[in-house]
């Protein structure tokens, strides 16, 4: 069916079209469907051509097609047909039914043109009549209108007579609105006949207006009054022309006084904290003083509340005046934190002051206090950051000064060792107590610390970064390896190294470590554990344990410099002094020698309270010390030998020799890097002792005696001196150095002969010893 | 007689005979670069060579050789004369001072000697040095005892020297060297022992003794145990001193409360230093740990010191240290820029070698 469908609808559009294309003859208009091939073949087409098509067809088609396509064009025409004649037929019947219509309307319009006509008449009628009422109504209604006004003037004229017993009636009651509104309606007509008619009546009501505006001000004035009642007043006063603007000045100025009982006292901050504090755990404590401070501040809002109301255009000097107490607020408490303040205390005014910018913000939203707190909340916080830390860089300063190292006991004492151990709790404890604050600085959920949590974060960190720097330098300049010229000039600088004492020096060294170690690690530790999401990375730990670990380094080679300089001192005084070329047989172990030994000791003593004790520990060893010195002295005739026998040669051939000595021995490794360890810094110390003893030599000439003096000093030195340091071979090579330079030095090298050197030797030893016996004697006894 | 060190050092390498402290560059041998150096040797006969580096700069020959009576403590090339040079000696008991003139033609001569232009023998005393007018063609002098500091005037034809005025430091003092200022010719700074004073020469125009400064300028900086000072020859104010334990310290006189500048030094004590004559800012320092050190003291970081931010500051402190050259034996006392040639200098360690060194590696972008 639908196969067969197909080309019926084909045929009915093919049809439609075509009829279409009749009625409308324009052909550019017809579907363009229909349209779809124009060329010849098409027949339905406006340029069809039936011999061009006729040829094609009979070109194209066998007989069979034409025959088929003959019948199928027959059967087409006669369709054609019938449907023309179906649409004549239909288009006929329509044209009747028309004109039948036509004739129905002719008849039914005949009667109506009589009616009009009596209509018109009608309406005429009307008109005329109205017309004459009108005209006899005319006189009275004037009269009317004239009477009407006259009485409204009558009214007008009693309402000025009744207005002075109106006013007074409006007194007793206080309607001072009504009064009010009555008095401005009559005010025209009084100002024009005031001084002629209505003269008594203007003097009554303006009596009652005095009395009303008095009454006006004192309410405006009374602070028992509400703010709505006062507002109106003052509304209705400056209806009344009376001048406001010196009375607001007046209540102004009066609420700027206030301004100062509102001000929080940086002295009694902390008790207002407290009590601000307290107030918060327990409800019933309502009367502290933060309690009254707030009282005080909404009384305060609420009078600009009232003020802002009655005097919309104070609001500016009301906006100043919120603006003045939030500053003062803050500079107030910069003041307070410039005292040592806990976090709790800070947090506890702090919260105070946002209450207070809440109260006013209320009614001066457009004073922008928020922003402006918010501001100053951010320079004072900073501030409190920055000053925390600065007092703990006190606190710590204070400690590493408390003990008054310069005693004597420093020494031999434990001083040096308690010194580090608080100067080194105070960096651990204080650093991490700093924190703990800082934690509830975080904490606090008051608005204005919520939206500067990440700020804060930032200048902890910051705060840490800068604070460990400072201490850095700071450690420098109490070393006094760095002059605090450019801080704080002339404070530090009568400070001369010579004053610090040396142990300070060893002490901030090892605190460096500390710091270094174990300090900044847990620092880092808290900072990443509490702010891991935060991306600030002001704090920079690597750097500072960088820092630390150059400035220990440092502060131990100055410590070890202050040392040796020392010790260069009594060098240098012991070589100046004496004329060496006209110097006298040694008789025994100089003096000076002691003086070195004992620096060497209270280094030794001082490195043992502060520094660990290295790995490598040399082996004790088990002889005594008097064989020790003889074998020590054989070594030295042996080089003795060696020097006489060079001496009887040429001195250039000895000169060779020790040239050719030091190439065949193993270079001695002189000044290598500084240790941590009591026995690197010991050791460090000598050798560098030991090689400003042979500078000082180098620079003299000796005669015969002068050496042998040398000779015997160094021979002394020996032994004590590698008891107290683990490179022997460095000493034993520096001081065979130091005989070789004064030698070298030597206008006539003949060295004491063995059994004299041993015996001054044992005499020294026996001295020293008897002198130790009765210095412990002299202790046991007192 | 020369030789290149071993390993890897650049240095050319000249051996003296002995032990030796001073070396001095021959400012005036405009066509050659040439130091000379004097031993010190007690007992032997002392010496003074005259090196010069070959054109190609490989080399360091030995241009001539002169014996010298007296082991030699000081030495110093006349800046307007090649020939003429001091010396400060010393017999073993007392202490002199002379001028001596190379002979003309010595490389003739089969064995040299020195003529002695003038001995400033009217100076009695441990004589440290002498030193010369620091520029131009002047006759003046300077020497220097522990507690003296004597002026003189040379008169090279008639072969004397003239006292011209002298003022003592007093008991007190105990000087070691000294430096003429070379921006102002009419100061001297001279080492103590426990600090660095300032003499001021203007008085002597007026036939009035050298007496010490005491308005105006500093008269000393209180610093303990100065071995070397230095003026900047390329910037006016500027002064260097070494110090035995405390390193060196750059000083701007106008204000010499605190040093402007601190560099660590040496190991042991830094003996001398000396500013480079033609980059400003270049150092070197030699000391008793038995190297050499070159140092980068920039004018720009002496001035702006206090704006850096900590990290630039500690960088640049390790960046001042250029190079240090360690590959001597024994202490190195004698230390000399080339005028000539303002990036070669030479150095002399104690056990009387010379080595010449170009720190042109070394340098930083000027």
Known sequence: MATEAAPMDEKAKRMRDLLSSFYTPDPSISTP????????????????????????????????????????????????????????????????????????????????????????????????????????????REHIEKLHRTRNLLRKVQFIYDLPARLQKCIKSEAYGDAVRFYTGAMPILKVYGDTSFKDCRRASEEAIETIIKNLQTKLFSDSESIQARAEAAVLLKQLDVPVDSLKDKLLEKLEQSLDGLQINPDEASKLAEHNVSSKDEESNNQGPAKIHEDAVRGFSEAMRAYREIFPDSEERLFKLARALTTTHFENMELYIRKRVS??????????????????????????????????????????????????????????????????????????????????????????DIFQEFRQLLDENTGI???????LIGWIQKGFQDFFRSLESHFLVLSGKTSSSNETEGLVEGKSSEKIHAGLILVLAQLSVVIEQKVIPRIAEEITASFSGGNSQAFIPGELCRVFHAASEKLLQHYIDTRTQKISNVLRKRFKTPNWVKHKEPREVHMYVDMLLQQLEEVGKEVKQILPQGTFRKHKRSDSNGSNTTTSSRSTTLHSDKMARSNSQRARSQLFETHLAKLFKQKVEIFTKV?????????????????SLQEYVRLQTFNRSGFQQIQLDIQFLKAPLKETVEDEAAIDFLLDEVIVAASERCLDVTPLEPPILDKLIQAKLAKSKEHNNNNNKTTVSS | ??????????????????????????????????????????????????????????????????????????????????????????????????????????????????????????????????????????????????????????????????????????????????????????????????????????????GISVDLLCSQKVNSIERAHVRGVDYNPKREHILITAEDESGIHVWDLRKAKAPVQELPGHTHWTWAVKCNPEYDGLILSAGTDSAVNLWYASASSTNNKAPESPVESTRERVNLLLNSYTDYEDSVYGLAWSSREPWVFASLSYDGRVVIESVKPFLPRL
């Open chain 1, 33 to 140: 469907t229909s349209s779809i091939s124009t060329s010849f073949d098409n027949i339905n087409g406006p340029s069809f051509d039936a011999d061009q098509y006729m040829d094609l067809m009979i070109k194209k088609s066998n007989l069979d097609v034409l025959l088929q396509r003959h019948v199928q064009m027959a059967a087409e025409i006669k369709n054609l047909d019938t449907d023309l004649q179906m649409l004549v037929y239909e288009n006929y019947n329509k044209f009747i039914s028309a004109t039948d219509t036509i004739k129905r309307m002719k008849s039914n319009i005949f009667g109506m043109e009589g009616n009009m006509d009596q209509l018109l008449h009608k309406i005429m009628s009307v008109q005329s009549r109205s017309d004459g009422v009108n005209t006899s109504l005319f006189e009275k």
């Open chain 1, 675 to 691: 240790e941590f360890t009591q026995e690197s810094v010991v050791t460090t110390t000598v050798k560098l002792c030991l090689k």
């Open chain 1, 343 to 432: 976090a709790a205390d800070f947090l506890g005014i702090f919260r105070i002051i946002w209450e207070d910018v809440v109260l006013m913000d209320e009614v001066l939203p457009e004073a922008a206090l928020s922003d402006l707190s918010a501001e100053a909340a951010q320079v004072t916080l900073k501030q409190f950051v920055a000053r925390t830390f600065s007092h703990l860089q006190q606190d710590i300063s204070d400690t590493l000064l408390k003990f008054d190292i310069n005693q004597k006991e420093v020494v031999d004492g434990e001083v040096l060792k308690v010194v580090l151990e608080a100067s080194g709790k105070a960096v651990l404890q204080g650093t991490t």
């Open chain 2, 1 to 206: 007689a020369q030789a290149r060190m071993q390993g890897g050092s650049s240095g050319i390498g000249y051996g003296l005979k002995y032990q030796a402290r001073c070396i001095s560059d021959v400012k005036a041998d405009t066509d050659y670069t040439s130091f000379l150096a004097g031993t010190l040797s007690l007992k032997e006969e002392n010496e003074v060579h005259l090196l010069r580096l070959s054109s190609g700069g490989s080399e360091l020959i030995c241009e001539g050789l002169f014996s010298h009576p007296n082991e030699i403590w000081d030495l110093a090339s006349c800046p307007f004369d090649q020939r003429i040079f001091s010396t400060v000696f010393s017999t073993g008991e007392s202490f002199g001072a002379a001028i001596w003139q190379i002979p003309e033609l010595y490389g003739q001569l089969n064995s040299p000697q020195l003529e002695r232009v003038a001995s400033l023998d009217a100076h009695v005393g441990k004589i440290n040095c002498v030193l010369w007018w620091p520029s131009g063609r002047c006759d003046k002098l300077i020497s220097m005892d522990e507690q003296n500091i004597f002026l003189w005037s040379l008169d090279c034809s008639n072969k004397s020297a003239e006292v011209l005025s002298k003022d003592s430091a007093g008991m007190l003092h105990s000087l070691s060297g000294g430096a003429w200022d070379p921006h102002d010719v009419n100061a001297v700074a001279a080492t103590g022992e426990s600090s660095v004073q300032f003499w001021d020469l203007r008085t002597m125009k007026y």
């Open chain 1, 449 to 455: 610390f919520v939206k500067m949590n990440d700020l």
